[in-house]
């Protein structure tokens, strides 16, 4: 059975584009969100998309399915919020583990069907660990700098369980995401080789972090090269940037961390940047002729969108992925 690692020595492997992007266009309701399950729930649920996953899997299935048809080799699950941390806001807490599981499931038996119908492209999921909605490194509180809101025992804690949960839901790599402080995701990373070492298995590791503006730096203050140094010490399949910028934005980094890492690199950019309602402008045509001067300067392994991307963007972005050859690296990871 291939997997992901010998995929990634032969071709570009294409990502999928944004999940949220994709469910906004259902117009889900409170009552949709609901479902017949937490018909009474007390607490509002309308925009709690990982609780989708369990009330409205059919749309989620579908989501999976259209990137796949558009050409994505890898979907990511939908559960960039599932943590205990994140599900707090809507105290479904103990509904962690199984908005995970069912989420991992879901993505796996869409994977599986196309790689059944073609086995000679192999889809995979990739588990979605996204940073909370805390920052480790900062306190957001400006009169008190020394205070923070969550320790690193609490994201040890919230992020291992959605590891194990992932995994017990067949993902094939774990992507710790839309970084923009570097001690949530070690923490992530910690979760991960404590899960890794006490299940006795191996599993690929996508890192990605979130430049956050002109400055090069991510949110709690690193630059693309100190980033990298932080994450370095673990073996990861892949590492690369995502969110915040589009594809021109995001290139000068991305040319930096290409140069500086032996691991494969990957990079998911917004559909341009957000306009005054917040939304993304850019076509998948603009979209994939700034991807394509990725692919010329070969700088990525793993290409995707995130953002306002659809999977007419990840349709444009994979036909593109298809002339190049993927980036060298210079020690097989």
């Known amino acids: 059975m291939s997997t992901i690692t010998d995929a990634l020595q032969n ?3 294409v990502l999928d584009g944004a999940m949220g992007t994709m469910l ?5 309701s409170e009552e949709d969100f609901r479902g017949e399950r937490f018909k009474t729930y007390p607490t509002s649920l309308k925009g709690n998309n990982d609780l989708l ?3 409205q899997p059919k749309a989620i299935a579908e989501v999976h399915r259209k990137y796949f048809e558009a050409g994505a080799d890898i ?5 960039f919020s599932g943590t205990t941390i994140g599900m707090a806001d809507y105290n479904m807490e103990e509904l962690v583990y199984e908005l995970n599981y069912e989420s991992a499931k879901i993505a796996k038996q869409v994977a599986n069907e196309f790689t059944r119908a073609n086995p000679e492209q192999p889809r995979f ?3 979605s660990i996204g940073p909370t909605n805390r920052t480790a490194s900062l306190s957001p509180d400006v009169n008190r700098p020394e205070y923070r809101a969550v320790t690193f025992e609490d994201l040890r804690v919230a992020y291992k369980q959605q590891v194990e949960a992932l995994l017990d839901g067949g993902v094939d790599v774990l992507l710790v995401e839309t970084i923009f402080d570097t001690l949530n995701a070690k923490a992530a990373l910690f979760a991960i080789d404590q899960v890794k070492e006490e299940r006795n298995l191996d599993v690929p590791i996508m890192v990605s972090g979130t430049i956050t503006d002109a400055s090069g730096r991510t949110l709690s203050g690193q630059t693309v090269e100190a980033f990298l140094t932080s994450i370095s010490h673990i073996p990861l399949l892949s590492v690369g940037f995502n969110c915040a910028l589009g594809a ?5 980094y991305l040319q930096r961390l290409s140069h500086e890492t032996e691991f494969y690199t990957s990079a998911h950019p917004n559909a341009g940047l957000p306009n005054a309602f917040g939304e993304y402008d850019q076509t998948p045509e603009q979209m994939q002729t700034l991807i394509e001067n990725y692919l010329k300067d070969g700088l990525v392994n793993i290409i995707g969108g995130c953002c306002g991307t659809t999977p007419e963007h990840i349709k444009k972005i994979a036909e593109a992925a298809k002339k190049y050859k993927p980036r060298k690296i210079a020690v097989a990871v």
């Not at 906004?24 to 889900?28: E, H, I, K, M």
């Not at 021109?248 to 000068?252: G, K, S």
């Open 11 to 13: 071709r570009i492997l």
């Open 24 to 28: 906004q266009r259902y117009n889900f």
């Open 53 to 55: 996953s369990l009330t």
């Open 75 to 79: 979907v990511e699950t939908n559960t």
């Open 125 to 127: 999921v990739a588990g």
């Open 248 to 252: 021109d934005q995001l290139q000068p």
